[in-house]
Structure formats: structure tokens, C-alpha cells
């Protein structure tokens, strides 16, 4: 606020022409009248620490009761597009830390989590097993993916109305559960 005040003041002074370059003004004139301070008054009341806290008191009386989160639909864009893009990312940064964490401590713990290995444990596993283990990774893969394609096109200042937001979190949730079960099941 104050710095936004000084460049008001500089471009005032600078509009009126010949005040800096004027050698009949005195110098505490100009100097007077290009300040840029403000000032207030300032009174100080010494109060006990109870009336301190009856004030703080009052003053949170004065203030709206935020609602509950309950109020809110569980279907609105809010739930859908931030907080899935954050559970989904960091579902898959887990499990890369883990697994990553993991194959660097399994020699130093006599695990096999070498290639070849995870190959023959997972290959013996039931069709079904394989597959919603493949999901669990596909699908937040495809919904952080697809939804960050989303966001690059609301940066375009793209599809900021009301039924085209609706209409992609829709499209958003289908095209993610679909991609999710080509990469689970078709591949």
C-alpha cells in the first residue's frame, strides 16, 4: 500500500513540470511538500490480561461462522478435479518410492526384487489378480494424466462454464476409468 502510494507520489511530481529543476524554491520547501509518509494517531490503552481477553472475546463474537464441510455436494468440480489429481499423484509417487526404496534395501535384506523374478511372481498370480493390480496402477495414472491435460487446457482460459465444466469432469472420470481398464485388462 505505502509503496503503491510512493509511485503514485513520483509520477504525481513527475507531471508537473519545473518543480525539481527550479533553483527559487528553497530546498525544505520542496522537500516538505514531496513527502510521502502518512501518519495516524495512536493511542495506547494499558488494559489487564482478562479485559485483554474479554476484547479478543468480543471480537471473535463480531466474526461469520465458516459452514461445514458438510454442506457442500460430494459431485461439485472441487472434489472431483483437486482432490482426486492429489490422491491419484500421490498414490503413484508412493508406490514408485516404496518399490524404488524397496529394490535398493532387497539385496542388503536377501529379497529377489530383480526383474526377472517379479516377471515369474506375478505371472503365477489368477487372471483376475493381475488385473485389478494393473488397474490400481493404471487408473491414477490415467486420471492424473488426463486431468492434467484438463488444467493445461483451462490455462488456455478454455471451458470455464458451468456445463462444460460438468461435461468434463464426466468426460474426466469415464475416459479415466476406460483408460484404466484397457491398460488393466486389453494390454
Known amino acids: ?22 533553483q527559487t524554491i528553497p530546498k525544505a520547501v520542496l522537500a516538505s511538500s514531496m ?6 494517531p495512536i493511542a495506547t490503552t494499558k488494559l489487564s490480561p482478562s479485559e485483554g481477553q474479554q476484547i479478543l472475546a468480543s471480537q471473535r463474537l463480531q466474526r461469520p461462522v465458516s459452514p461445514h464441510l458438510g454442506i457442500y455436494k460430494m459431485e461439485q468440480t472441487w472434489f472431483g478435479a483437486s482432490a482426486w489429481t492429489r490422491i491419484t499423484g500421490c498414490t503413484l509417487s508412493g508406490a514408485a518410492y516404496l518399490y524404488f526404496t524397496g529394490y535398493l534395501v532387497a539385496p542388503l535384506l536377501g529379497l529377489h526384487l530383480e526383474s526377472a523374478s517379479l516377471a515369474a511372481a506375478f505371472g503365477g498370480l489368477p487372471w483376475l489378480v493381475k488385473g485389478g493390480v494393473k488397474f490400481g496402477l493404471a487408473f491414477p495414472f490415467a486420471f492424473h494424466f488426463i486431468n492434467g491435460i484438463k488444467h493445461l487446457v483451462y490455462d488456455m482460459g478454455v471451458g470455464f462454464a458451468k456445463t462444460s465444466i460438468k461435461k468434463g469432469e464426466i468426460a474426466l472420470w469415464v475416459s479415466s476409468i476406460v483408460s484404466g481398464l484397457v491398460l488393466a485388462f486389453g494390454v
Open 35 to 40: 513527502s510521502t509518509s502518512q501518519s495516524r
Open 1 to 22: 500500500m505505502i509503496a503503491q502510494r510512493v509511485g503514485v507520489a513520483a509520477l504525481r511530481r513527475g507531471a508537473t513540470p519545473s518543480v525539481f529543476f527550479n
